[in-house]
């Protein structure tokens, strides 16, 4: 029978130590995974990890590393501050795709202008349409008591008819021949979010996401709005002793990470995406959700975590491409890769003690 | 469908829409009730999604290879406890993080479901039969309503029921709640929080097993990759809409469906209503009727279970 | 290796490569085809009937030819991604097989001008890459035949995926076609804002069927329709593939999307050198349109009839837009005899006169 004594302090050793055992067991259960689909285990590993890194042509690989994980590291650094508190916005999908169609038609509107006013006010709008996104919930919540975690889930699903009705309505390019998705905004100047070095991957709302983790990192450890925070979601109660009015860090909080989510669809739309269409929604605010978590909710781990997301998405599109591995195979495989990194953490907090106890 | 007069509103049979709904809305309402005691217990499985998805190709294949849609159910319903329990592994034993881990279940049984199914495309699945009630079927309005449907859409009522009763009524229903309240005055009065909590995680991946298993034996009825689209996520909204209660679930249930339903009759009736207006209808109008329930009760908010989604370390 | 440019990696590979073509490398090197899926190859639907197409490939060419693909890809910069991944890795020609990639294939075929790609239904082409398509609408003239000789209540249903040109052209051929054999003929139109939703599909045919409909039409992918349909005893139409599970009733006939003999004949020209980047818009003549067979439940004069309506399009002697038509508002669109020619149909966003029901806007 196994025991878990709880460490009095989490391991340092192990909060390293244990994401790299997660990728080695993941490499070792999938590895079986690919034999029983009659590949070669190692090579698929290789191409899904290896190759985008370091194998041949790498540099592309790298700056589309970025280009993933960019929009996954911005959304998650703001959805762990409200996570910290207790705060359930499930809707980052909805707010990414809400500011990115407010960025867009703000570029759409000036379009063929061009100036440097532009893309500031972009940026603006989409941080706002993000936040605005966010604020239906933090309202309906501290004035009706109704759950943010229904709320923002349902906004979602309004936000993507929003898309849908933009993309074939209002938004539709009017050079397009009748078919649905707005002009490119990368074949205009004032709008385009383009790499900072060409060919980097690192674009401005890459920028944001590293400034983002800085930012949150700040305001959780130097900050008292970071100490209410953390009471909030550690003792609810005390913190109302504390001083702490729910009202106003719930809509911080969902106000916050509406606007990240908001800028990181923004930046999308105006860079790697570069037009609004109705499949623009791809998933970005629900894999955010896990990169927060995987991160511990901590800006370093959401860092690292959002990187290894977009390797496995990257190795895995390689991995279909030249070993034939269904896409369900790459699904099951990045499962099983958090599976590991989630039940192993464990090993940070608690000591595992061989004995008898009563569960 | 001569139903009589009165029962047809703006050329709209009611009694032909309430029918409809009820159908619609079985597949969320059995996944739906089942998180409702999963939660209950204190445990939030974001992954009833990869549950039902396993559970469709889990019912499919059991379907098609024994003939039997009954067995298809059980094979089902096995597939989504088995899901459950690898989540109840990880949260409950390893104690992981049960939002991130509800996510990775999803991922994982979205894959694992296309992998199985590989062999299942384009198969067609033995028919599951309607039950003859009888004269109750040609009762007016009512028998068109209730008395002429399949027996899983029976069976989600009823389950729905036996979970008020259970909750209710019953002492284990009282420790289960116990366990999701409070763990660890549960486990000071010698109650095997994690054991409760498995069982409670296992019969809702069962439900939720069930739910997909009805969408690819009865609504579909074929295997398709990725089958489900998101019904797995309406259930779970729907069981924060119904305050963590089980009869507010069958509404909430109901609600979500009816509307849905109501949308594209009014579309099939040719209403100049803008379309992307009425597709946006169901979740908006949850979203009221959710605000209406939550003002009228100020302590909505506080209906879920206290301890929900928290992690139980017995240290003593 | 050193972090420096892909593009310098690039123009050292493609240099490699044009020094081998003069030798006898490229005779025994099988060409490398790639296609791009949006869905999952086992959708039974729109990214299934292009891989059968790549099967065809095979089939026909054996080892002369190694395709490959990679599904569920994104459209937006994983596409881009995809794409390039496709040209690093040595392809020649790439099918991108979805709409919203075209940007990408655009951007990505400037990058690489050794690379053919082949963008299916855009508008977009270069030296490099080719556009294609198939005219389902001739394939609903013939279907929307069947459902006008076998409806009772003169209610047809049609469950549209979005209200984009290549859906509209559908419902206008279905209507036209069906009131032409029967005057008596409405048609109800359900949009379902989804390419593949089960249950949202089953819900649209059973609010059509609720609303008096004995025949239904789909343009989404899922078989749950046939399925609502079997049980209210009425008559549907496979979409995409054959649906033929479903056969004798409720399917009486369907629309197959058959990119097969497009894709043989393009691999065909990259391996005889006479590949040119054309915009393709093959239907019922080609083999790229099909009409599955028409089962024993429709009567063998309207078999007959809608098999005379095929050949007649397959041959070209018939269109199915030929005037006098009018839209929807009573405007004139086409004179008597007039024929629609592809520029107006390739933007179609509007209803003929006659059909009800609203054109979202």
């Known amino acids: 029978m196994i025991t878990l004594v709880a460490r009095p302090a989490p391991s340092r050793f192990w909060a390293w130590a244990t994401p790299v055992l997660a990728v080695l067991a993941t490499m070792i259960a999938g590895g079986v995974l690919f034999a029983i689909l009659g590949k070669d285990p190692v090579e698929a590993i290789r191409v899904i990890f290896w190759d985008p890194l370091f194998g041949a042509n790498a540099g592309y690989f790298r700056g589309q590393l970025f280009i993933k994980a960019g929009p996954l590291i911005l959304i998650a650094a703001g959805l762990a501050v409200g996570f910290r508190a207790g705060i359930w916005n499930i809707g980052a999908e909805g707010q990414y795709i809400v500011g990115a169609l407010c960025g867009a038609s703000v570029a759409l509107a000036a379009y063929p202008a061009e100036s440097v006013l532009v893309f500031p006010a972009m940026v603006l709008a989409g941080a706002l349409g993000g936040w605005a996104w966010g604020m239906i919930p933090a309202l309906l919540k501290t004035r009706f008591g109704a759950s943010e975690i229904l709320v923002s889930l349902m906004l979602v699903y309004v936000a993507q008819n929003l898309l849908a009705w933009a993309a074939f309505g209002p938004l539709k390019n009017p050079q397009g021949f009748g078919f649905p998705g707005s002009r490119n905004l990368q074949q205009y100047p004032s709008a385009h979010n383009a790499d900072l070095v060409a060919g980097s991957g690192i674009h401005w709302g890459v920028m944001a996401g590293f400034a983002a983790l800085i930012g949150t990192y700040v305001l959780m450890s130097r900050h008292i709005a970071g100490f209410r925070i953390q009471i909030a979601g550690d003792a609810p109660k005390a913190a109302r002793f504390a001083g702490v009015a729910p009202a106003r860090l719930v809509a911080f909080c969902l106000g916050l990470s509406g606007a990240l989510a908001g800028l990181a669809g923004m930046f999308e739309v105006a860079g790697p995406s570069g037009q609004i269409t109705d499949s623009f929604g791809a998933g970005y605010g629900f894999t955010a959700i896990i990169v927060a978590f995987l991160g511990r909710l901590n800006p370093i781990g959401i860092l690292l975590a959002g990187l290894l997301m977009a390797l496995t998405y990257i190795g895995g599109d390689m991995a279909q491409l030249m070993l034939q591995l269904p896409a369900a195979a790459i699904q099951v495989f990045q499962g099983m890769l958090l599976f590991f990194l989630l039940g192993l953490d464990l090993l940070t907090n608690y000591t595992v003690k061989w004995g008898w106890a009563r569960a | ?316 | 290796m050193n972090r420096r440019s892909f593009l310098t990696t690039t123009a050292i590979t493609a240099t490699v490569l044009s020094l081998g073509l003069g030798g006898a490398a490229l005779a025994q090197e099988p060409l490398k085809v790639a296609f791009m899926y949006v869905g999952p190859v086992g959708d039974m639907g729109w990214s299934f009937q292009h891989d059968q197409g790549r099967q065809a490939v095979d089939a026909a060419y054996g080892g002369r030819v190694a395709t490959s693909y990679v599904e569920n890809v994104p459209e937006g910069p994983d596409a881009e991604r995809v794409l390039t991944q496709m040209a690093l890795a040595g392809n020649k020609l790439i099918f991108a097989t979805s709409f919203g990639y075209m940007d990408a294939v655009m951007n990505v075929a400037a990058k690489f001008p050794d690379v053919r790609f082949e963008h299916a239904t855009g508008y977009k082409r270069a030296d490099n890459v080719s556009t294609y398509d198939a005219r389902f609408y001739e394939g609903r003239a013939v279907i929307g035949t069947i459902a006008g000789r076998m409806t009772k209540t003169n209610k047809i249903g049609y469950i549209g995926s979005f209200p984009i040109p290549e859906v509209v052209q559908g419902i206008n051929s279905a209507f036209i076609h069906a009131r032409k054999v029967n005057p008596a003929v409405e048609m109800k139109v359900v949009w379902a804002y989804t390419w593949f939703d089960p249950a949202k599909e089953a819900d649209a045919a059973a609010a059509l069927i609720a609303e008096g409909v004995d025949v239904l039409m789909q343009h989404t992918d899922s078989t749950a329709p046939q399925a609502k349909a079997q049980e209210a005893g009425i008559y549907t139409f496979g979409q995409a593939s054959d649906m033929g599970a479903f056969a004798p009733t409720p399917r009486i006939s369907s629309i197959i999307d058959n990119w097969g003999p497009y894709y043989v004949a393009r691999v065909g020209a990259m391996l005889d050198g006479s590949w040119a980047s054309t915009g393709s818009w093959e239907g019922i003549g080609a083999g790229a349109v099909g009409i599955g067979e028409i089962s024993s439940a429709v009567p063998a004069e309207v078999k007959a009839e809608a098999e005379t309506l095929a050949a007649a399009i397959g041959a070209g002697t018939y269109h199915p837009f030929t005037g006098p038509l009018n839209k929807q508002d009573g405007t004139p669109w086409l004179a008597a005899g007039e024929v629609a020619d592809d520029g107006a149909l390739s933007g179609l966003n509007f209803f003929v006169e006659g059909i009800s029901a609203q054109m979202p806007q």
């Open chain 2, 1 to 316: 469908m001569g139903m009589g007069a009165g029962m047809i509103l703006g050329g709209i049979d009611l009694v032909a829409l309430a029918a409809m709904l009820m159908v619609a809305s079985t597949p969320i309402l059995l996944a739906a009730t089942g998180e409702l005691i999963a939660e209950k217990a204190g445990v939030l499985n974001l992954g009833v999604e990869g549950m039902m998805i396993m559970g469709a190709i889990g019912g499919f294949a059991g379907a098609v290879l024994s003939g039997s849609p009954e067995v298809g159910f059980v094979t089902g319903a096995i597939s989504g406890a088995l899901m459950a329990l690898l989540f109840g592994f990880l949260t409950q034993v390893l104690l992981s993080n049960q939002v991130a881990t509800g996510l990775a279940l999803t991922l994982f049984g979205l894959g694992l479901s296309a992998l199985i199914g590989k062999g299942f495309e384009g198969v067609r699945p033995p028919a599951t039969g309607k039950i003859d009630l009888g004269a109750l079927a040609d009762l007016p309005v009512l028998g068109p309503i209730l008395f002429r449907h399949d027996w899983v859409v029976y069976f989600s009522i009823a389950l729905v029921v036996a979970v008020w009763l259970f909750l209710h009524l019953s002492r284990s229903g009282l420790i289960l709640r116990a366990v999701g309240e409070n763990h660890e005055a549960a486990h000071a009065l010698g109650y095997r929080v994690v054991a409760v909590r498995l069982g409670a995680l296992a019969f809702g991946g069962a439900a939720a097993g069930l739910g997909g298993a009805y969408l690819s034996l009865v609504r579909v009825p074929q295997w398709t990759e990725g089958m489900t689209a998101g019904a797995g996520w309406i259930a779970l909204a729907i069981v924060v809409f119904g305050s963590w209660r089980a009869e507010r679930v069958l509404l909430g249930a109901y609600l979500f469906g009816g509307v849905t339903v109501l949308q594209l009759r009014l579309q099939a009736a040719g209403y100049a209503i803008p379309v992307q207006l009425l597709s946006m209808a169901p979740y908006v109008i949850t979203i009221v009727a959710l605000v209406i329930i939550s003002a009228r009760h100020r302590h909505g908010a506080q209906a879920a279970p206290a301890a929900l989604g928290r992690i139980f370390h017995a240290s003593r």
